[in-house]
């Protein structure tokens, strides 16, 4: 253990970002060069908070020097100083003038491991063949994707393990085959040496038709030997049986109980004597052996073929790269690992040109040509360095431990980390990363938890000490600093005899929750929903749009550019005006037919994009050129429509950064793998787990529905810090194979902690309130409950934020008016109907289920039945423009026709008379939107309809209690002398109808 090299355990919420920072100024005040140090962390966000809280210590310190400033940061900083660190304050006041100035004119290096990849890599490019001027961005995946099938549509062998790797792991589209290949490249570089094909496939192939012999002479005297048995000891029921199994198993060996136990049941009725029992067992032994052979020969081939596909893949992707003499962040990292370390075997890498040398790393010459040395390193999230990446620093490593070098100061190495924090292994992040540093370091730990509540830390504290008890990881305890006492609350559904799946029904409890925290006054931005996928985000939105509660969604708080509406509008707008122009050309009438469909389409879709409506075209700029440059066309647009948000100057940024010849369709499915941050401030956060990694919030709302995660197909064997083999997954293999278990073992084990990691990451992002809604199936297992020996759980209160609780204060009087916001502020009203009109196409996009997409369709059909009263071919066309691409024309007929019926249904027909009808009623109640399906009115009575597009008993109460609500606005609001509220169930067949009165006390 070396004393100037520290790895820092900073649990979740400990400060580690003051810890790092406070270490940096530390080398700084011991006469550290400030070009010297390399701080790196994970993110380019990470990177400028460190920055500006490095720059905002000791402009701190320096103007307490000057008696400028005294406080509560400047005490702390001298205290942790002299506690930590043995600088006391005569000291640092002393020499934090020069420190300060030298710092700021001094070159210094803050950044991510990519950026200093890539600033490494340009110094020592001509030593891996390629220009010190290349750009950095994403290779033309379609292009990519082409040339590398080019290449392996020759070798069939190739292709057909490529294939089958892609269907057990559920790969199709694109992006992800390119995936799977760029990881499979990555993965190489872990290995000791970088592999080479040594296996001489045509002796593999020899070998192997000698096991399938010996294998299928075994599997025939073993039949043998059982069917004479039958026929000895007159057991002629079991000789089918014989004949089926050996049938069924001949191909699938590994499946059968037969060829492995002995105890088999089906064997019990043979009677076997001992000598038989040993005859059989002889039998099984054999075929085991035989099998192991062939699944080990299998291995070997497997590899084989494995090597060949990312060669290919390597040649290709290089071939594009130096034709465009662009790198990806990948190729930097693994053209800088072949500077640092080299590859291929021991005698190539003499050969290579790498800066490993006979005598080790020439340190002299990298130090050169970087025009600089390196010190000190401080690496933050190191819980989170790859193993390829911690290769590439080891050379820097291994001469910062030998204590070599000039520096006045002796070399540190300072790692911030948690491995209870390690979520990236997808990524390449490995626990052995950690546990290596551990053996050279010196372990510190932050024990205070500045972040959560006392009941979250006390919680969290009590699961998971006992969660990863038998794991490789040791839990410590944290003490909460905060004086909250916080909310915890756990739910747990199961499978009941209510109609709704224990998902839908753990989807609305976290409904509720939400809607029990904006009725505390807590604002949308304080809200955090986490999940572990995407999809279930997805899910709790077809959930809420299903019971329609009107509320407003945002998944990773980024979507893809081309999604952003500004976007589709150039792309819509550039589409018409080339379809238009083309018309002009066109003599042919079928094709002339066509297009002006096409361009049809194009115009309806702008029509919706721009807000008008169906039947209101929107004319195209009159000064609009195709002839000029796409990123000029694409100004034309932003000009013409007003389209001032930065998701347009992203597009035309993007456009001018693209090729000159780049095309609007190239463009916008370029744009689809660009990400933009949404601005919607009153938008609930749906954010996955990996998103969510490095944030906090006030308020965490934890969801997962149980939903099983695809396992790769691929294993991965790590000794150490080396990759020794990459198998591919073989059911049962286990059985016979005794270090393919242990791999398998290893696997789970690894992916178990993985999980496990990614849990304590979601519960320790809550400040004030955590509550966590679970599927918990009926038999226990894999599931989330199971895992953290979860059971129902509450405790603790929440706290109204301290405006709300004096706005509360203020006017009780007013509070009990659930419609006051309506009433008193218009302008509130009009700005949420603006947002929940963003809402609904964000829903819209994001793409909705079967049953939620019919529910949908039918309330837009009530709607313009009902508000507008339009005629059947209208309703038809719009239906079809906003629900064609999703439901086929008979359902969306037959929805049309149901809604045009309902206000000749008679149980309805006096409801209607004698009555105007408004649809889609917006009201604002406890700053929650809510709408009024129907509103049924005349001078003195007031009818209130609300459509269930289904009848769900188990819901009836909360359909009612939400009915009430409406009823209480309008009481209230209009205090009209008959006041009624009727729910509208239209299910399949026929038309149910509920009515439900507002009684004393409901308002």
């Known amino acids: 253990m070396d004393k100037n090299h520290t790895l820092l355990s900073a649990s979740a919420g400990s400060g580690k970002t003051f810890a790092l920072c406070l270490t940096y100024v530390a080398l700084l005040l011991q006469k550290a060069e400030p070009s010297k140090i390399v701080a790196i962390t994970f993110t380019k966000k990470a990177s400028l908070e460190m920055s500006e809280r490095i720059l905002r210590f000791l402009k701190t310190l320096y103007g307490y020097s000057r008696g400028k400033t005294s406080d509560a940061l400047a005490k702390s900083l001298l205290e942790s100083l002299q506690k930590d660190f043995g600088l006391d304050e005569s000291y640092i006041t002393k020499n934090i003038e020069n420190i300060y100035f030298n710092y700021l004119k001094s070159s210094t290096f803050i950044g991510t491991i990519d950026s200093l990849f890539n600033k490494i890599l340009r110094r020592f490019s001509f030593f891996v063949g390629i220009k010190s001027d290349f750009k950095i961005d994403t290779i033309d995946k379609k292009a990519l994707l082409q040339l590398f099938l080019e290449q392996i549509l020759k070798n069939s062998q190739e292709l057909n393990l490529l294939l089958g790797l892609m269907r057990s792991n559920d790969k199709t589209d694109l992006k992800d085959i390119l995936g799977m290949l760029d990881t499979l490249h990555d993965k190489l570089f872990e290995f000791e040496s970088y592999p080479i094909n040594t296996f001489d496939i045509k002796e593999g192939q020899k070998e192997s038709t000698l096991l399938e012999s010996s294998l299928k002479s075994t599997f025939m005297d073993f039949k043998g030997f059982l069917e004479n048995i039958v026929v000895s000891k007159g057991l002629d029921s079991n000789h089918q049986w014989i004949v089926d199994t050996f049938k069924n198993f001949s191909n699938k060996p590994l499946e059968s109980n037969l060829f492995y136990n002995l105890e088999y049941r089906n064997l019990e009725a043979f009677k076997l004597s001992d000598t038989e029992k040993q005859t059989v067992a002889n039998f099984q032994i054999k075929i085991q052996n035989i099998l192991r052979q062939k699944e080990a020969l299998k291995e070997k081939q497997n590899f084989y073929y494995l090597l060949k596909i990312v060669s290919l893949y390597e040649d290709a992707l290089l071939r594009l790269s130096m034709e465009s003499n662009t790198l990806s962040f990948d190729l930097v990292k693994q053209k800088v690992f072949e500077l640092m370390v080299g590859k291929g075997t021991k005698e190539a890498k003499s050969l290579s040109p790498s800066l490993i040398e006979e005598r080790g790393f020439n340190s002299e010459f990298f130090y050169f040509r970087l025009d600089g040395s390196f010190s000190h390193m401080l690496i933050d999230e190191f819980q989170d360095t790859s193993m390829m990446q911690y290769k590439i620093f080891s050379p820097l490593f291994e001469e910062f431990r030998s204590g070599k070098g000039t520096s006045e100061i002796a070399k540190k190495l300072f790692f911030v980390g948690d491995n209870k924090q390690s979520i990236y292994r997808f990524r390449g992040a490995n626990p052995e990363v950690y546990k290596h540093a551990q053996s050279y370091t010196t372990q510190k730990l932050l024990e205070y938890n500045y972040r959560s509540s006392h009941e979250i830390v006390n919680f969290v504290n009590d699961i998971f000490s006992e969660a990863y008890k038998d794991t490789a990881i040791t839990y410590t305890k944290q003490i909460p600093k905060s004086k909250e006492e916080g909310f915890v609350e756990v739910v747990l559904t199961q499978k009941n005899e209510s109609e709704d799946t224990p998902a839908y029904t753990a989807c609305l409890n976290a409904l509720n929750h939400i809607n029990f925290l904006l009725s505390k006054g807590i604002e949308s931005k304080d809200i955090a929903i986490l999940v572990m996928k995407r999809s279930i985000g997805k899910m709790l939105i077809d959930v809420a749009e299903e019971e329609r509660l009107g509320l407003c969604f945002s998944i990773d708080n980024e979507e893809e550019?081309?999604?952003?509406?500004?976007?589709?509008?150039?792309?819509?707008?550039?589409?018409?005006?080339?379809?238009?122009?083309?018309?002009?050309?066109?003599?042919?009438?079928?094709?002339?037919?066509?297009?002006?469909?096409?361009?049809?389409?194009?115009?309806?879709?702008?029509?919706?994009?721009?807000?008008?409506?169906?039947?209101?075209d929107v004319p195209l700029p009159k000064d609009l050129d195709l002839s000029l440059s796409l990123p000029k066309q694409i100004k034309q647009v932003i000009n013409a429509y007003h389209l001032n948000s930065e998701e347009a100057l992203q597009f035309l940024e993007l456009s001018l950064a693209s090729t000159k010849n780049i095309t609007i369709d190239l463009l916008y499915e370029k744009a689809s793998e660009v990400k933009f941050t949404l601005k919607q401030t009153s938008s609930l956060q749906i954010l996955t787990v990996h998103s969510s990694k490095g944030l906090e919030f006030k308020h965490v709302i934890f969801l997962d529905t149980n939903s099983s995660s695809r396992s790769e197909s691929l294993l991965y064997d790590h000794d150490g810090l080396n990759l020794e083999k990459i198998v591919l997954k073989t059911k049962n293999r286990e059985r016979i194979d005794e270090s393919y278990a242990k791999t398998k073992k290893k696997d789970e084990d690894l992916n178990f902690i993985d999980k496990l990691n990614r849990l304590y990451v979601a519960f320790t992002r809550a400040k004030e309130s955590l509550y966590i809604s679970l599927v918990r199936p009926q038999k226990k297992g894999k599931d989330i409950a199971s895992m953290l020996k979860l059971e129902t759980f509450k405790k603790g209160h929440i706290n109204p934020p301290l405006n709300q609780a004096s706005k509360n204060d203020k006017s009780k009087s007013m509070e009990s008016r659930?419609?006051?916001?309506?009433?008193?502020?218009?302008?509130?009203?009009?700005?949420?109907?603006?947002?929940?009109?963003?809402?609904?196409?964000?829903?819209?996009?994001?793409?909705?289920?079967?049953?939620?997409?019919?529910?949908?369709?039918?309330?837009?059909?009530?709607?313009?039945?009902?508000?507008?009263?339009?005629?059947?071919?209208?309703?038809d066309s719009i239906l079809s423009s906003e629900f064609g691409f999703f439901l086929d024309s008979k359902r969306l007929k037959a929805l049309g026709t149901k809604a045009l019926n309902l206000i000749n249904d008679k149980a309805l027909a006096g409801f209607f008379k004698d009555k105007k009808i408004s649809s889609e009623v917006a009201f604002l109640s406890n700053k929650r939107l809510r709408r009024i399906d129907s509103l049924l009115y005349n001078a003195k009575d007031f009818v209130v309809l609300e459509f269930k597009s289904s009848f769900n008993p188990s819901l009836a109460s909360s359909y009612k209690t939400q009915l009430k609500d409406y009823l209480s606005f309008i009481d209230t609001y209009y205090k009209p002398q008959t006041l009624k509220g009727l729910l509208v169930y239209i299910t399949q067949s026929d038309i149910k109808t509920e009515q439900v009165l507002l009684q004393k006390g409901d308002v």
């Open 561 to 616: 550019l081309s999604k952003a509406n500004c976007v589709k509008i150039i792309f819509c707008a550039l589409k018409l005006k080339a379809l238009k122009d083309s018309l002009e050309a066109l003599q042919d009438d079928y094709q002339k037919s066509i297009r002006e469909k096409e361009a049809k389409l194009y115009q309806k879709k702008l029509n919706k994009l721009l807000g008008k409506s169906y039947f209101e």
């Open 818 to 875: 659930k419609f006051h916001t309506f009433g008193i502020h218009p302008e509130a009203q009009s700005e949420y109907l603006k947002k929940d009109d963003e809402s609904y196409k964000l829903i819209y996009s994001l793409g909705l289920k079967d049953s939620s997409l019919r529910g949908l369709a039918l309330h837009r059909g009530l709607e313009l039945s009902l508000g507008y009263k339009e005629g059947n071919p209208n309703l």
